[in-house]
C-alpha cells in the first residue's frame, strides 16, 4: 500500500508543528493565509478545509523566492467585476 496522505485540519496542523519545533515562529495565522491563498493545497469536506501535512512540511522547507520585479498596486482603484 502506498504512503497515505496526512490530511489534518488547521488546528490539528498547528499542534503536529508546533509538536515537531516547540519554537517554530510559524503561527496559525499564516497557515490560515497559505491555505486561503492556495500556496498549499486545501480539500474541503463538508464545512471542514483539510491541507496535506506532508505538503505543508515541503512548502516550509522549499519556501517560493519573493519576487520583487512586479510592480507595487498600492494605492490604485481595481474595477469591480
Excluded at 498547528?14 to 515562529?25: H, I, R
Excluded at 519556501?63 to 474595477?79: C, L, T
Aim: aromatic share 8%.
Amino acid at each position: 500500500m502506498e504512503h497515505l496522505a496526512r490530511m489534518r485540519t488547521l488546528d490539528a496542523a498547528y499542534e503536529m508543528l508546533k509538536a515537531e519545533d516547540p519554537d517554530t515562529a510559524i503561527s496559525k495565522y499564516y497557515l490560515r493565509y497559505l491555505m486561503l491563498s492556495g500556496q498549499i493545497p486545501v480539500h474541503r469536506v463538508g464545512c471542514k478545509r483539510l491541507l496535506n501535512y506532508d505538503a505543508l512540511l515541503v512548502f516550509l522547507q522549499n519556501p517560493p523566492e519573493a519576487s520583487h520585479d512586479s510592480p507595487s498596486r498600492y494605492g490604485v482603484i481595481r474595477p469591480l467585476k
